[in-house]
């Protein structure tokens, strides 16, 4: 079986091909238009009579990150047309007092109000759909109170809409994040709205590249780790938030079993971020809610933690006179100073060559240029710059490890990305770390896990009752526990002793339990799981390398 995986990166487009125990790679630059990349990269790769086809893309998340998605509007239930501006009241920054939030996605001239209501119990008032006013929008997410429990309302509003604006791309919350918290559904709506008219487009395009280059339609690596079809991930997005550093997360965790490792941290610096993630018991850490350019996503993802610091990150120094590298990058266009092509300004890359960390010639066949990178450090100390970037990338790895009450000391090291195994070593030795892996296709290995990738779909049941009425626990999943009275909830894996396993979690984290206490099950979160292709890399002679201690 020949499997093919593809992720687009902000320099680099990567492509690995998997046939028979055999494992190919190929790197090129990436292009504005992805799907030129994408295809480029296959065909350097060599794939043909391919199987399996999975993409990851970071087009829904620079869209997000840049504000370039669609004109869209946003239907609530009449007087609550402001969810998305009131947010939770909560501060943008602790201590920042004057600090802003993002401003959402839907201006409040779009945020319009439906007549209706429901109610935990059943029907408060009756739909009017004559409420509903005209609406000028690409793309319209709906998101009606308690529709996690009844979406009956939601389903009826979605589809007129979609009769009254057939070209726009209408997206209703119980479709996407069928939970309770109206905030955080509502914003998880309006984002996959806002982002689905550029991924769509973007996938299609690709699907129809693909078949015209004899290869089949391409999967999407999803948030959580999973694949999902093109057709669903072009509908729903947000999906597809976390698409290339959770296929890195799956390479990590296969190459990390395959060396014997169950525990282990990812790390992943690319060419304009870092991302990590705990791996434990083989399997990456999922996170039920996580903030994407300062709005709550309630998705399923893997816990990834990413940092503005790679390899293209510029140095510059602030007002204040601190050296600085990221989150501004040089990219893929110009690059850094070193790669000619007429980047001026100091990278970590052009660091990084200067001490000699790296060669002159990379296989690719690129040449770099000595020259060029000394010109652009004018009046900086590269080793400064390494120093700088490593701290950053250290703080990373600490929230991941430390900060959640986990000891990085036992766990291995996995340094993948273009620059992770230039910098793996310093990193591990300020954590306690003794081993480091850096898989013989460290530049592509967030290709090589999109290609080996499970099929994954996650379901999520809102309950939000007393865990003693309970009686219809599905035997595998995990539940959302909180002490009745709190705001928000451990996920715990279901099974036998489901409360008492909460308490102890619960005085792990926090340091005291209540077992008197009533719990409250608040979701049931369960996975339909079908395995990937099977990982079966070709041996290498051993060999030794001798170092200074």
């Not at 007087?79 to 007092?97: S, T």
């Amino acid at each position: 079986m020949a499997v093919l995986g593809v992720d687009v990166g902000g320099t680099f487009t990567d492509a690995v091909l998997v046939a028979d125990g055999e494992v190919r790679t190929a790197k090129v630059r990436t292009s504005a238009r992805q799907e030129e990349s994408v295809l480029a990269a296959a065909r350097a790769v060599g794939a043909s009579a391919v199987e399996r086809f999975t993409h990851g893309t970071t087009v829904a998340t620079n869209a997000l990150l840049e504000r370039k998605g669609a004109r869209t509007a946003f239907v609530a239930t009449a007087g609550f047309e402001h969810m998305l501006h009131l947010r939770r009241q909560n501060r943008a920054h602790l201590y920042r007092l004057c600090e802003d939030h993002p401003s959402p996605l839907v201006p409040l001239e779009r945020c319009v109000g439906v007549r209706e209501r429901l109610g935990p119990n059943g029907v408060l008032e009756p739909l009017d759909l004559e409420s509903l006013p005209e609406l000028d929008a690409e793309a319209i997410a709906v998101c009606l109170l308690f529709s996690f429990r009844d979406p009956s309302h939601e389903r009826a509003v979605a589809d007129a809409l979609r009769r009254r604006h057939p070209g726009a791309h209408v997206v209703a919350s119980h479709e996407v994040a069928p939970e309770f918290r109206e905030y955080e559904r509502a914003s998880t709506a309006a984002a996959d709205a806002y982002l689905g008219p550029s991924l769509g487009g973007y996938l299609r395009r690709l699907g129809e590249a693909a078949r015209s280059h004899g290869l089949p339609e391409p999967l999407v690596m999803r948030s959580s780790g999973g694949v999902a079809t093109l057709e669903e991930a072009a509908a729903h997005a947000s999906w597809a938030l976390l698409s290339g550093p959770a296929g890195g997360v799956v390479g990590a965790a296969r190459v990390a079993a395959l060396a014997g490792f169950d525990d282990a941290i990812a790390f992943d610096m690319g060419g304009t971020s870092t991302d990590v993630c705990l791996i434990t018991d083989g399997s990456a850490e999922r996170s039920v809610e996580r903030s994407i350019a300062g709005l709550p996503i309630r998705l399923p993802s893997v816990d990834v933690h990413t940092v503005g610091a790679g390899g293209g990150s510029i140095a510059w120094v602030d007002a204040g006179g601190a050296l600085r590298v990221g989150p501004e990058s040089a990219g893929a266009d110009p690059g850094p100073a070193c790669y000619r092509g007429g980047g001026t300004r100091p990278t970590v890359t052009d660091a990084n060559l200067l001490l000699g960390r790296l060669p002159v010639r990379l296989p690719d066949g690129l040449e770099l240029d000595r020259d060029a990178a000394e010109g652009a450090f004018s009046g900086l100390d590269p080793q400064d710059v390494v120093d700088v970037v490593n701290a950053e990338m250290l703080r990373a790895l600490r929230v991941v490890s430390v900060e959640r009450g986990r000891d990085p000391r036992g766990f291995a090291l996995v340094a993948f990305g273009g620059a992770g195994p230039l910098h793996a070593c310093a990193l591990a030795e300020e954590l306690g770390i003794e081993t480091v892996l850096v898989p013989d296709a460290a530049g592509v290995l967030s290709a090589l896990g999109l290609a080996v990738g499970e099929e994954r779909r996650d379901h999520v049941r809102s309950v939000v009752r007393p865990l003693a009425e309970v009686d219809d626990l599905p035997a595998e999943g995990e539940a959302d526990l909180r002490y009745r009275g709190q705001s928000f909830e451990l996920t715990v894996p279901l099974g036998a002793d489901l409360a008492g396993r909460f308490h102890r979690l619960h005085e792990q984290r926090y340091g005291y339990a209540d077992r008197d206490g009533e719990l409250e099950l608040v979701a049931i979160r369960t996975a339909d799981v079908r395995p990937g292709p099977e990982l079966r890399l070709p041996r290498v002679a051993a060999a030794t390398a001798t170092g200074l201690p």
